[in-house]
């Protein structure tokens, strides 16, 4: 399969919320619609092009014995995209998650790169070299993201599994991936009512230690770990 264009997927917002959302589990459609603030016939077109792209697939799936037969999405690709855009640089390049991580040391010494090249040689020596450095980062960011992105997938299975409110997980989610994060902005991600926002914040504060100050939320790190201990 092509590489999805990736740049033209994520240039549309109802898109990058619909991928949000998948993140946290696969959804049917009816349940897509309802997390985004676009029309029904929107959201079909924007499945369609990220099907299309090889972003999203789909399957139909029976609800239990009387239930009816929905048309679920999931994402498709793990992957992790580079972009470089200056008035000097085009520089791209998709990274593959599937394969396993690489735990071990990176030692990346851009103090060795040559800070002030004189001769035309000497820049284009200095540059290859920033290659080589460059290329060390991405190995260590490819391993970094296979590592988070497996640890979500355990985190999303295990909340699941002991709490199983899909809410309090996507609030959670979201904390992991962006550290803190407003009501305002919660809200607006998950489609709910600020006041609902604060009610399952304040739920999933009794499982995952949050600080929630006035309208800030963040996860509290050192209670984590007093509870990691115990």
Known sequence: M????IFYILGNKVRRDLLSHLTCTECYFSLLSSKVNVSSTAVSKHLKIMERE????SYEKEEGFIGPTRKYYSIAVSKTFLVTVTPNIFWYKSLDLD???????FEIRLDELNKSPKSLHSMVTAFI????????????????????NNLMKNIKERYLKEIGDMTQLAIL???LLYRKATVEQLS?????KEREIKEKAEELSRVI??????????IDEEELKKKEVK
Do not use: C, M, W
Request: charged share 35%; hydrophobic share 35%; no cysteine.
């Open 2 to 5: 092509s590489e999805p264009d």
């Open 173 to 175: 989610h979201y904390l």
């Open 129 to 148: 070299d920033a290659n080589k450095k460059l290329d060390q980062i991405v190995e260590a960011l490819k391993t970094i993201e296979s590592y988070r």
């Open 209 to 218: 230690p949050l600080n929630i100050k006035e309208n800030l939320i963040e």
């Open 99 to 105: 394969s396993p991580e690489r735990f071990e040391r």
């Open 54 to 57: 090889g972003v999203l697939k």
């Open 188 to 192: 607006d991600v998950l489609n709910l």
